[in-house]
């Protein structure tokens, strides 16, 4: 049993961290990677799944045993109706294990609709939290983590229109899932920030709502008004107005692994190195100052 | 089917325009080719033809946007924009 100082601070990472990750090693105590990003997939039925492409995993595999490890994935499409797509989950379950990732997670959403012939709508489309959704979730994520065999998480979403007459709201679907699953919770702070914008309601209320007991992780980013929306656009800083959110969470959690900064690789040249240090201390610096308890770790 | 059909008309919405602008014409009329239940067609009737119109806008922009500041920055041009 060793000691670690969790939870850490890490980034999400994007082509434009390539240098960083490796000059900035001991600013990072983890890195989470899109696994979506180091293969090419032309989907089910293809002979040619996951086919991996050298220099993004190159990366991955330099960045081990160096800190941990984590996957945040984009095209598993959990709440598809007529998509639960094994053979990707078996592709992230072999990867966990060969570069040791310590959680997986993914959306609570849908990309993919069409069986056979599917249609990739290449976004993350948002589903009603009714329970015919639970119940079609519960199983899937419970066959997911079977696989997987490490923590799994689903993250809050950002969404742009509201369904009318839901049977739950989203904390209480979240809460539910939680509990039927044992799934943890990837709180996505921007999007909680964003969704509180464009609908006019209280995050902070929202954010009480919430099993915190069950966030493995943070998530913290940026974003733009744009058409009388704040867009989730993950361009430049974080966004002022979510620190704040993470001061409040951070002392409610008790399974708190990791505070994930992301942004598009477009915003380098706005960020540089300094500007990615300068939100990685800012995290750490609530963290030493708001974490309930470290944890321990075998 | 319903759940499955819900998502495919949603999809639709999302991409392609003139398809939630027909919705938003024609309301549950342009959602015949969908097995839905009255609730799923209320919820995607309603003014997501539009809403969901200015989603993907928004979504296509902001990749576009993310794209142009990228190439704008890194030539200097970052604090003009």
Known sequence: MTERPWPGVGVLFNPALIDFVQSHAAALDHLVVMPDRCWSDPGPGSPHRFEELPAAVAVVERALGQRTLAMHCIGLSLCSAEVFDLPYVDQLAAWRRRFGCAWVSEHLSFTRVGAGHEVNASMALPVPYDHEVL????????EVQDRLGCP???????YYIDFPEQEMGEAEFLNRLMQRTGCGLLLDLHNVYTNAVNHGFDARRFLRSLDLDR?????????????????DSHTGPVAEGVWPFLEYVVPHTGMLRGVTFEFHESSWPMLHDAG?????????????????RPLQVA | MSLR???????????????ANAVYAGG???LAAYELSPLEARRLERDFGVGLDAAALILDLEHEVRRLKGV??????????
């Open chain 2, 72 to 81: 704008l920055r890194a030539q200097g041009l970052g604090r003009e924009i």
């Open chain 1, 135 to 142: 119940e079609l979730l519960v199983p899937r994520v419970l």
């Open chain 2, 28 to 30: 549950i009329d342009a």
């Open chain 1, 152 to 158: 799994f998480l689903l993250e809050n979403n950002v």
């Open chain 1, 215 to 231: 966030v493995v992780e943070i998530h913290v980013a940026g974003g733009e008004p744009m058409m009388g929306f704040h867009t």
């Open chain 2, 5 to 19: 059909d819900f998502q495919r008309a949603l999809t639709s919405l999302t991409l392609d325009v003139g398809f």
């Open chain 1, 276 to 292: 990615v240090l300068a939100q990685l201390e800012r995290a750490r610096g609530i963290l030493r100052d708001h974490a309930a």
